[in-house]
Nanobody, 122 residues
Framework: QSQLVESGGGLVQPGGFLNLSCAAS????????VGWFRQAPGKEHERVSC????????HYDDSVKGRFTISRDNSKNTVYLQMNSLKPEDTAVYYC???????????????WGKGTLVTVSS
């Protein structure tokens, strides 16, 4: 069975850091773009970051530029999101999702994990 499983969420204080992982099973990620999306209560679904399959180009929402870094390790079939300098506004459920080829908006991503909760609070 093909699955995406997110991990690494939790409770951190403002200014802290977390590293999220998106592990694929049942298929390989190297031909897929992989994006991180989040949804906070009362807010729209937001694309946080994405990494293309071809040239490995990366994309970041303006709200996380300079703080978050997306990367992939094909040998582990895993994509990561390193989150630094976390803010309360980053609190959300974080999802990873895939699309064949290049990055797309949320409605263009085909396969989704179930999410991991990130809470940034003092």
């Amino acid at each position: 069975q093909s699955q995406l499983v997110e991990s690494g969420g939790g409770l951190v204080q403002p200014g802290g850091f977390l590293n999220l992982s998106c592990a694929a099973s049942g298929f390989t990620l190297d031909h897929y773009a992989v994006g991180w999306f989040r949804q906070a209560p009362g807010k729209e679904h937001e694309r946080v970051s994405c990494i293309d399959s071809g040239d490995g180009g990366t994309h970041y929402d303006d709200s996380v530029k300079g703080r978050f870094t997306i990367s992939r390790d094909n040998s582990k079939n895993t994509v990561y999101l390193q989150m630094n300098s976390l803010k309360p506004e980053d609190t959300a459920v974080y999802y990873c999702a895939t699309a064949w080829g290049n990055c797309r908006p949320a409605d263009g991503m085909e396969y989704w994990g179930k999410g991991t909760l990130v809470t940034v609070s003092s």
